[in-house]
């Protein structure tokens, strides 16, 4: 039974093959492409940025985004920041990102994110969510944190790292 599904799946790659012809204006690549999603990072073109406030400094890697592009083509940035529900800080900003909102599920402290497709949040806290947002990236160590931003607004610089 085994032979005859082998032959079968032999005979269909053979029929398959036979059918189709490559074009002869278009070279023909026998190396295997990855996938798109598929492609890892390398460490050189991780995006870094500093973030400062409450007299510390931070370090967050930006997720590798057309809306964290365009984040770091708008700095350095100083921005007054919002508190909202003792778990994040936001700002709207002058001009939108381009959006791609997701429901995440799960906030992580640390995490940056866009609201909407002008409101940019750094969350303190970590807690379940039914809201969509744009990842942008995530700050590398949020120990200490919740306790810069503090308990109500609080002025933060962004920058980018060289």
Do not use: H
Request: charged share 20%; hydrophobic share 45%.
């Amino acid at each position: 039974m085994r032979l005859r599904a082998a032959a079968i799946c032999v005979a269909l790659a053979v029929l398959l093959a036979a059918c189709s012809t490559p074009d002869e204006d278009v070279p023909v690549s026998t190396a295997a492409t990855p996938a798109p999603d598929m492609v890892q990072e390398s460490e050189e073109s991780t995006m870094k940025i500093r973030i400062s406030a409450g007299g510390e400094n931070f370090t967050a890697t930006l997720d590798s985004t057309q809306a964290a592009n365009e984040l770091v083509e708008r700095l350095p940035m100083t921005l007054d920041m919002s508190e909202l529900n003792g778990n994040e800080k936001f700002c709207y900003l002058d001009a939108p990102f381009t959006s791609a909102a997701s429901r995440v599920g799960q906030i992580n402290a640390g995490d940056i994110m866009l609201f909407g497709d002008d409101c940019l949040v750094i969350f303190y806290e970590s807690f379940a969510t039914g809201y969509s947002y744009t990842p942008l990236g995530r700050i590398d160590d949020a120990s200490g944190l919740a306790e810069a931003l503090g308990s109500g607004p609080v002025t933060v610089t962004i920058e980018a790292v060289n």
